[in-house]
């Protein structure tokens, strides 16, 4: 029995081995290649965080002016050569020039939305504003749900939120 139990911990032992040396056995994948596009894009966002840190540590203090304005030429200096080389390389292609934008039909949708926005907007302004201070028949309106005077345009409660529009039918029938 003894010689089973050990031949049967050897074994176990072994799988468990086998196991936990398995990510180590695996030929590693090596990431495919970066394009000449892709490693500009890469290098580009690097350099606009490097600029974007060192404003911030400016701001905070942590660099004098003198050597925020050194360093941030270079690296703007760098971020132009960047942007030259992936100009000529293609371009940025999540980048999409004015003539391109004015041309898709989401352009057409934008605008359409901004003037029925415009639209609104002028006839809320030209629209009477609501009267305030007592009804016709001389009476305050108050809130039914806290007592808070409200003015006869309110549709919600300042004081509480209710909702004064279910209540107006009532009131000034």
């Given at each position: 029995m003894a010689i089973?139990?050990?031949?049967v911990g050897v074994a176990l032992l072994a799988l468990v081995g086998i196991f936990i040396a398995r990510p180590f056995l695996r030929p590693q994948e090596r990431p495919a290649a970066l394009t000449e596009q892709?490693?500009?894009l890469l290098e580009k966002e690097t350099l606009l965080d490097q600029i974007q840190a060192l404003d911030f540590d400016h701001e905070t203090g942590k660099l004098p002016t003198e050597v925020h304005a050194?360093?941030?030429?270079k690296l703007v200096e760098q971020a132009t050569a960047v942007l030259q080389?992936?100009?000529a390389a293609g371009g940025d292609p999540g980048y999409v020039p004015d003539e391109v934008a004015e041309e898709r039909p989401s352009a057409a949708a934008d605008i359409e939305i901004e003037v029925a926005i415009a639209r609104l907007r002028q006839q809320r302004s030209q629209a009477p504003a609501p009267a305030t201070g007592p009804l016709p028949n001389g009476?305050?309106?108050f809130c039914p749900q806290c007592g808070t005077p409200t003015d006869p345009g309110d549709r919600f409660c300042a004081h509480c939120g209710h909702n004064l529009t279910l209540t107006t039918s009532t009131q000034t029938a």
């Open positions: 089973g139990s050990i031949l892709e490693h500009l050194l360093q941030r030429e080389a992936l100009d009476h305050t309106r």
